[in-house]
T-cell receptor, first 114, second 113 residues
Framework: DVKVTQSSRYLVKRTGEKVFLECVQDMDHENMFWYRQDPGLGLRLIYFSYDVKMKEKGDIPEGYSVSREKKERFSLILESASTNQTSMYLC?????????????FGDGTRLSIL | DAKTTQPPSMDCAEGRAANLPCNHSTISGNEYVYWYRQIHSQGPQYIIHGLKNNETNEMASLIITEDRKSSTLILPHATLRDTAVYYCIVRSVTTSGTYKYIFGTGTRLKVLA
């Protein structure tokens, strides 16, 4: 089975801090994704990557950046955390050309910015 | 990007079929429909997907109308463990040629004993 592991289930940080959310997948997938999930808004795509060192903006990239130095690891970075970035963050991965296979999700990181 | 509309909640009796509708009237010809579900405190789990033909796997069946403007996910014999939020998703293509999901807000299905 595909395993997508997010480094923390719960995280509390302060406004202005630089925050790193880590995601690792063990199935050699080419494509990796970061979403945030908020009540009433569903899941929204922040950034994705279809190859090492490649990245592409999703629908809500403002305030975030990403890093993919190795195929199995995709990091989401909040450069200067703000309270409106309090949310559930979900990482996903998929195989196939540019993401044409089903995505597999981790269990999420619930991030609170105080 | 094509969007999806789902009823916010539904109930279903245990052992009966659960039929979850989804409207995607602006879907274009090469966009797939995917279904996922999310059980509380877990990440979304893939169920099934299709383009225009009906599909069936060990978890569910997917019925897509001929005009592709709507679809129905069928769980043939719902159990209490099927209680979850079900998302109908359109997979669209970005300007760079990669694929991305457009999530709706989902249907909260409660299976009743």
């Amino acid at each position: 089975d595909v395993k997508v592991t997010q480094s923390s289930r719960y995280l509390v940080k302060r406004t202005g801090e630089k925050v790193f959310l880590e995601c690792v997948q063990d199935m050699d997938h080419e494509n990796m994704f970061w979403y945030r999930q908020d009540p009433g808004l569903g899941l929204r795509l922040i950034y994705f990557s279809y190859d090492v060192k490649m990245k592409e903006k999703g629908d809500i990239p403002e305030g975030y950046s990403v890093s993919r130095e190795k195929k199995e690891r995709f990091s989401l970075i909040l450069e200067s955390a703000s309270t409106n970035q309090t949310s559930m963050y979900l990482c996903a991965s998929s195989s196939g050309q540019r993401g044409n296979q089903p995505q597999h999700f981790g269990d999420g990181t619930r991030l609170s910015i105080l | 990007d094509a969007k999806t509309t789902q009823p916010p909640s539904m109930d279903c009796a245990e052992g009966r079929a659960a039929n979850l509708p989804c409207n995607h009237s602006t879907i274009s010809g090469n966009e797939y429909v995917y279904w996922y579900r999310q059980i509380h405190s877990q990440g979304p789990q893939y169920i099934i997907h299709g383009l225009k033909n009906n599909e069936t796997n060990e978890m569910a069946s997917l019925i897509i109308t001929e005009d592709r403007k709507s679809s129905t996910l069928i769980l043939p014999h719902a159990t209490l463990r099927d209680t979850a939020v079900y998302y109908c998703i359109v997979r669209s293509v970005t300007t760079s040629g990669t694929y991305k999901y457009i999530f709706g807000t989902g249907t909260r299905l409660k299976v009743l004993a």
